[in-house]
């Protein structure tokens, strides 16, 4: 298991950017599927965005696709989202989710998971708020 801290939540206005930055504190970052979710007030928690461990393959949610962009850096040990055209429906909790997918699993680096059950460490969250 990791740690993993989010930051760069905020208030924007609709058609608006923010950049969101998760720092994963443990060993072997490259070893790790990394993901991005959300959740609002009596909302179940929803996909947003995954990138694979070594970051060349990447999936998103169709209502985010276009808009948004997972990155991941091996230097910092971070996974970014970058979010463009933001809307009021995106406002939310946001959370990265980490999951091993190195030596020891059946992953390869095709695995791009997109359930909440398919991830077995979280951040704590980052709310987004999106204004009209």
């Known amino acids: 298991q990791v740690q993993l801290v989010e930051s760069g939540g905020g208030l924007v206005q609709a058609g608006g950017s923010l950049k969101l930055s998760c720092v994963v504190f443990?060993?072997?970052?490259?070893?790790?599927?990394m993901g991005w979710f959300r959740q609002a007030p009596g909302k179940e928690r929803e996909f947003v965005a995954v990138?694979?461990?070594?970051?060349?393959?990447?999936k998103y949610a169709d209502s985010v696709k276009g808009r948004f962009t997972i990155s991941r850096d091996v230097a910092a040990n971070s996974v970014h989202l970058q979010m463009s055209s933001l809307k009021p429906d995106d406002t939310s909790a946001y959370y990265c989710a980490a999951e091993h997918a190195g030596l020891g699993t059946h992953y390869d680096d095709t695995w791009t998971p997109s359930l909440p059950a398919d991830f077995g460490s979280w951040g704590q969250g980052t709310q987004v708020t999106v204004s009209s």
């Open positions: 990138i694979s461990k070594s970051g060349a393959t990447t």
């Open positions: 443990g060993r072997s970052f490259s070893d790790y599927v």
